[in-house]
């Protein structure tokens, strides 16, 4: 009886090889596709790691989400942590959203092989950026971004900013308006202008959504069955110096459903 106790504590108190933490993190898609960076941690020494990748939002109509085989780490004897690039994967204005697979194997002193599975999310944000941002005719630098345009599962969200920066020599005035208007609803446009101020030569002059907290955010509730929001966001800000003036803007519809909401 006192042996069946003894063996069945060893049992109890064997940890098996496996994976402890997982995270996987990724820069903005300017164009190129956003950079996947893993981090994964086991309770015992990793031979090498089968990492998987499947692009879950938003998905093409005949699009199938499945994993994919991007990579195979190899890792030297006494590795119990790993930092790991995985490649480029292209974002969405909308927030693209990917599943990330890990399948560790494990080699033990007596050359005994197990493994372990770990998955985890990671989102892609792909900007949309006025196609004229930069310096014109006045020499001020000017640049807007809608940087993301979602569905959160209660509010239609846009999210973006616009700056002027003043490379010349004289002093020069910003403004601008930032719009978000649901095209299909009778609703109100929630439009804000921005500011008129005067920068001198060396200083910025710039506006987030955010500095109006969410009140660019359209409330949508749950949607359901067919019901859509077709929304234009709009970021245009604007300089004058002199009897010059120029603008810059980012402008984008998109089309929002229950589908939208991750």
Same mark, same amino acid.
């Given at each position: 009886?006192?042996?069946?106790?003894?063996?069945?504590?060893?049992?109890?108190?064997? #940890?098996?090889?496996?994976?402890?933490?997982?995270?996987?993190?990724?820069?903005?898609?300017?164009?190129?596709?956003? #950079?996947?960076?893993?981090?994964?941690?086991?309770?015992?020494?990793?031979?090498?790691?089968?990492?998987?990748?499947?692009?879950?939002?938003? =998905?093409?109509?005949? #699009?199938?989400?499945?994993?994919?085989?991007?990579?195979?780490?190899?890792?030297?004897?006494?590795?119990?942590?790993?930092?790991?690039?995985?490649?480029?994967?292209?974002?969405?204005?909308?927030?693209?959203?990917?599943?990330?697979?890990?399948?560790?194997?494990?080699?033990?002193?007596?050359?005994?092989?197990?493994?372990? +599975?770990? +998955?985890?999310?990671?989102?892609?944000?792909?900007?949309?950026?006025?196609?004229?941002?930069?310096?014109?005719?006045?020499?001020?630098?000017?640049?807007?971004?809608?940087?993301?345009?979602?569905?959160?599962?209660?509010?239609?969200?846009? /999210?973006?900013?616009?700056? =002027?920066?003043?490379?010349? /020599?004289?002093?020069?005035?910003?403004?601008?308006?930032?719009?978000?208007?649901?095209?299909?609803?009778? =609703?109100?446009?929630?439009?804000?202008?921005?500011?008129?101020?005067?920068?001198?030569?060396?200083?910025?002059?710039?506006?987030? +959504?955010? /500095?109006?907290? +969410?009140?660019?955010?359209?409330?949508?509730?749950?949607?359901?069955?067919?019901?859509?929001?077709?929304?234009?966001?709009? =970021?245009?800000? #604007?300089?004058?110096?002199?009897?010059?003036?120029? /603008?810059?803007?980012?402008?984008?519809?998109?089309?929002?459903?229950?589908?939208?909401?991750?």
């Amino acid at each position: 009886m006192l042996l069946s106790i003894y063996l069945i504590g060893i049992v109890n108190n064997c #940890e098996a090889a496996s994976i402890t933490y997982l995270n996987v993190t990724a820069n903005t898609d300017y164009g190129s596709g956003g #950079e996947f960076y893993a981090s994964l941690s086991a309770n015992e020494n990793i031979s090498y790691i089968d990492w998987y990748v499947k692009h879950t939002y938003p =998905l093409e109509e005949d #699009e199938v989400s499945e994993y994919k085989h991007v990579l195979t780490s190899m890792h030297h004897s006494g590795t119990k942590s790993v930092y790991v690039y995985l490649g480029s994967f292209d974002g969405n204005i909308k927030i693209a959203e990917y599943d990330i697979k890990a399948v560790a194997t494990f080699t033990d002193a007596e050359n005994n092989t197990s493994s372990d +599975t770990s +998955t985890t999310l990671t989102s892609v944000y792909k900007p949309h950026i006025a196609p004229d941002s930069g310096e014109k005719e006045t020499g001020v630098y000017g640049y807007s971004e809608l940087t993301a345009h979602y569905y959160d599962g209660s509010y239609i969200v846009m /999210d973006g900013y616009a700056c =002027l920066y003043n490379n010349t /020599d004289d002093d020069a005035t910003g403004s601008g308006r930032f719009r978000h208007t649901a095209l299909n609803k009778g =609703l109100d446009e929630l439009e804000q202008p921005l500011p008129i101020s005067t920068f001198p030569s060396g200083q910025a002059y710039g506006y987030s +959504t955010s /500095d109006w907290g +969410t009140y660019f955010n359209f409330f949508a509730g749950d949607l359901r069955d067919t019901d859509s929001w077709e929304c234009n966001a709009y =970021l245009r800000i #604007e300089v004058q110096q002199g009897n010059e003036k120029e /603008d810059w803007l980012a402008q984008m519809n998109n089309t929002f459903d229950r589908n939208d909401y991750r």
